[in-house]
């Protein structure tokens, strides 16, 4: 019986460490004496000072202390936040080697995980990875007795201030200064986690690349929203793109951002944005992709890739407020499409409507439980499209896939391990992968995006 390997290192002990690979999160790898510890900001190539801050049975992690020797792949990050801010992993590491590695980890975990042999095609890159996003989520809270609203600090709920970030649209870092000094002016409470009291948890900004619009979102602990008044009338004034006001209320303890009720201050029901030649009317809590720009290289990938000749019934499962879907209706002759958040499929009825698409409906409920009524009705399906969140498929809603016997299935994926689990158990039903598409949806992060296309043997 082999021994059980003893944690060669100490808990606030240094150790020179060399990294030699990445976790899929990101961390480097390296090892002392055989004994596995994960650095962040590490990258392979590095030789580092690391300080160990945790222990487990077959790992430690480590915090650098000093770089000993340099990788050639590190960069000196863009962003002045990223020593502290956690919001972009791979800021340290420069843009080609960060294509180069989100390739491998998806090649990594099909081959890993699913236990396929099957080809990645060349990830989809960005040429220009700055200003992509088009919502960011800023928490507000109180230190040292001032206002502060940002970002969270790297493994932790310490608030970095700032008002600024290289990834988000332009716009947004405008909206994001005036909407922070206008809470500091008019004296309005911020949320304190410590003790669950305050005002203002939490300002998410959102704006519309096609129409240079924002939405502006405060999200407050109490149904009580003071010098609400006099905000709207300083945010109106200072910021002419604006297009709607909201609260949204979370009285709860809770990580999660958004509560379930959002009130109209001022302005518009909906934000309006386009992907291709479609809009689409996004709410407060609405999922909408962040990138518009590889959001339109995802959705033609899949529309490529579903191969689509007018004659099909698409059935789009996880369809959110409809964006894949319709985005196909033009080359499919009908599309279905389930969601189990029921405001979600009124936003997806909505923009349906919007762009007069007559042959799409959408369903409140899980595929599994939808899809015997749907076969009743004759609308076996000839494509599926699913787009699950990071969990990936529900176990149930594969077992319907293989019960309905779909010739063809589209994976819009944004997790790697994930996409290769559910890609294996379609494998032993009688799939075949036939192609898988990375696409960088997200620059300086560990996150990738594929488009799987898979067809029934």
Known sequence: MKAKQKCPVRIGKAYQIEITDLTHDGEGIGRVDDFAVFVPEALPGDVVLGRVISTKKTYARALIEKILTESEQRIKPFCPQAESCGGCQLAYMGYEYQLAWKQKRVQDAIRRIGRIEAEVLPI??????????????????????????????????????????????????????????????????????????????????????????????????????????????????????????????NPKVTNVIFGYESRLLWGEAYLLDQIGD????????????????????????????????????????????????????????????????????????????????????FYTGKAEDLAPKLLDQGLKPDVVIVDPPRRGCDPSLLETIQKVQVPKVVYVSCNPSTLARDLGILVEAGYRVESVQPVDMFPDTSHVECVTLMSRL
């Open 278 to 361: 479609l809009e689409f009317a996004i709410s407060p809590r609405s999922f909408f992709q962040v990138n518009p720009h590889q959001t339109k290289v995802l959705y033609d990938l899949a529309k490529e890739t579903a191969g689509l000749t007018g004659k099909e019934t698409v059935w789009d499962l996880y369809c959110g407020i409809g964006t894949i879907g319709l985005y196909l209706a033009s080359d499919a002759e009908k599309v279905i499409g389930v969601e189990t958040v029921p405001e979600a499929v009124e936003d997806a009825r909505f923009n349906a409507d919007l762009n007069g698409i007559r042959h799409a409906e």
């Open 124 to 249: 989809i890159g960005m040429d220009n990875p700055e200003g992509y996003r088009n919502k960011s989520q800023f928490p507000v809270g109180l230190q040292d007795n001032r206002l502060v609203m940002g970002f969270y600090q790297k493994r932790s709920h310490n608030i970095v201030d700032t008002d600024y970030c290289r990834i988000q649209h332009p716009l947004i870092n405008k909206a994001a200064k005036v909407v922070k000094q206008a809470l500091i002016d008019l004296n309005i409470e911020p949320y304190n986690e410590q003790n669950h009291t305050g005002v203002v948890r939490h300002a998410v900004i959102r704006t519309s690349f096609s129409r240079k619009t924002l939405m502006v979102i405060f999200v407050t602990r109490t149904n009580e929203f003071p010098h609400q008044g006099e905000l709207v009338a300083e945010l109106t004034k200072k910021l002419p793109e604006l297009t709607s006001i909201y609260q949204n209320v």
